[in-house]
């Protein structure tokens, strides 16, 4: 099992910045591949970023490419979401993940721990 712990949420105006930390407990960090996604009301969930364990790439969803920067600190146990020039379409609950498999993803449904989630909201 995994227990992962978001932090570092909160409201910030457009144009803005916010981290967020995810701190992973229970198996070893180094070989977790780690991603965020979010979630605003009435919306599905969506892929935002992920860093995998194998070889350490990144990869972006579209809108938050050049904004955001995933990075791990596996000595801390810890993934980190960057998020500058926040803008209000960003506002959503963001979410920590994590898959035990060495390739990145952006299915939610192919990460199996999650954690409970942080409340980004933007304002204009």
């Known amino acids: 099992q995994v227990q992962l712990v978001e932090s570092g949420g909160g409201t910030v105006q457009a144009g803005g910045s916010l981290r967020l930390s995810c701190a992973a407990s229970?198996?070893?960090?180094?070989?977790?591949?780690m991603g965020w996604f979010r979630q605003a009301p009435g919306k599905e969930r969506e892929f935002v970023a992920v860093?995998?364990?194998?070889?350490?790439?990144?990869d972006y969803e579209d809108s938050v490419k050049g904004r955001f920067t995933i990075s791990r600190d596996n000595a801390k146990n810890t993934v980190y979401l960057q998020m500058n020039s926040l803008k209000p379409e960003d506002t959503a609950a963001y979410y920590c993940?994590?898959?035990?498999?060495?390739?990145?993803?952006?299915?939610?449904?192919?990460?199996?721990?999650w954690g409970q989630g942080t409340q980004v909201t933007v304002s204009s």
């Open positions: 993940a994590a898959r035990t498999s060495g390739a990145s993803a952006s299915l939610a449904l192919l990460y199996p721990y």
């Open positions: 860093i995998n364990w194998s070889v350490g790439s990144t």
């Open positions: 229970g198996r070893t960090f180094s070989r977790l591949t």
